[in-house]
């Protein structure tokens, strides 16, 4: 795949039109970048896949642990930045505690799904599974702060 | 950058040869098309940066979590893996604590710093430093796990 | 401070003797001087409860928070030490990840319950969760290695 | 158990009076129960021990993780709430990070020291080493969010 079709606006309109739509996605470059597909996307929750390609693989010939964690990360920004909810704010992460379980190859397709497991104030906490199938291959504890908008163009 | 010209190996004949090696990154593809240069490799510490493409920000203009965690976790295991060391042996993260301080902008070069805390047996604690400038832009504190090598082809 | 009489082996006798016991807990002064009550205790799983006292709470009046972390560290390690486990190994915390949520008070009563979220060889992920009836005080998430028990006497 | 000894205020008055004192540990009845020391105190900065006592030991005769973290997480607090820092609010741990990384023994005096890592807001990053001698037993990464102080009497 050519970078430039992965980054062209016009790559998204090829999208299955029954899928979900997400205001972060639309405009989330390294998202696309990466082929996540959203399967669900809910106030809280959210859930995402992504086909392992070689460019995401490293020098042990295994998913890069980068590329596991860039996939939970933006299924837990989907889960707290739902198009429903207030236009004025943001919610962004402040830190990630992650656990990787067990690799994942090229080729495989995998799955995160995000949940809120608090929230108080502007602060949250959010789980992200990483899974294969039935295998659980990490655990991604997200910790998010809400903030005003940064008033994009 | 088209990224087959990321991928593709005669890419890194053009890097400078007055620049470290490391076995870590010669195969590791993720880092490569990630644009990831080698600033310092020994056993125990390493050095590299990455400029902040487009393709590597988010829904809100910013460096996407996931590069900034991929630049950290490529030093933290270049620190790990150092040439010198042991051939049989590699050494993967089995977790990471991630705190994001300050975004990373698009056209900012950035670098990660990993530094050894840490090792009893086959465990090791290593910290990370992404900034920017004189400006931390997050702290990384990788758990490794140092296992029999998957014998590569 | 009489620390013999934080000690006193009899104090145990008061326990309801209708209460699970668990060989961690027989032998385990620290837990024994907090107060713990076990509530449940299987393989892989635990429930626990402690009322706040006064020597529990730090200089804003709230429970410290290494007396949460420890009722949770006491509830994670008896979900990976049960008694029908194999008795040539123990399996102790390597790290934890916690958030605090919301602060306990003196003279509430609060409960810790852990649970396997994965094990792979001789490492685990437990999540924990501290609450106060229906609150969720805080969320931790303990890291074991198992290894040949030290002989004890 | 006679809680009351643990708490007796005259306790305090045998400690030497050339050590620092501190806002914090006055009122924190915790950490007077665990006999902690302060070495050093100072704005983002503290220094403190702590002797290892039957009653802070676990069911495999070593320190209970829970008594560690306490010791680090005193330490924390301490470096974030220096008397001479605004009086209106309080600084208060959000969430830790930590790793144990050798076991500390009974009659052992172990040493917390904390040190700022950034500051951002009312968020702040600290880490705090666990040592004994020269052996590093554990590292410990806090969070602290700064709230109104809650007006204690």
Do not use: W
Not at 47 to 76: K, P, Q, V, W, Y
Not at 78 to 95: F, K, Q, R, W, Y
Not at 104 to 131: F, K, N, P
């Amino acid at each position: 795949m050519t970078e430039s079709a992965q980054l062209a606006p016009e790559s998204l309109d090829s999208r299955p039109t029954d899928r979900p739509r997400h205001r972060m996605l639309e405009n989330d470059r390294a998202s696309q970048a990466l082929g996540i597909e959203v399967l669900t996307a809910d106030p809280g929750h959210a859930r995402i896949s992504m086909e392992i390609r070689e460019d995401m693989t490293n020098g042990f010939d295994i998913a890069h642990g980068g590329m596991l964690f860039a996939l939970a990360d933006t299924c837990f920004a989907m889960a707290c930045n739902h198009p429903s909810l207030d236009e004025g704010t943001i919610t962004v992460a402040s830190g990630v505690d992650i656990n990787f379980l067990k690799p994942a190859l090229l080729g495989e397709t995998i799955t995160a799904e995000a949940t809120e497991v608090a929230s108080t104030g502007r602060s949250g906490v959010y789980d992200v599974r990483i899974t294969r199938g039935d295998d659980l291959l990490g655990v991604f504890r997200g910790r998010s702060r809400t903030i005003a908008s940064p008033g994009k163009k």
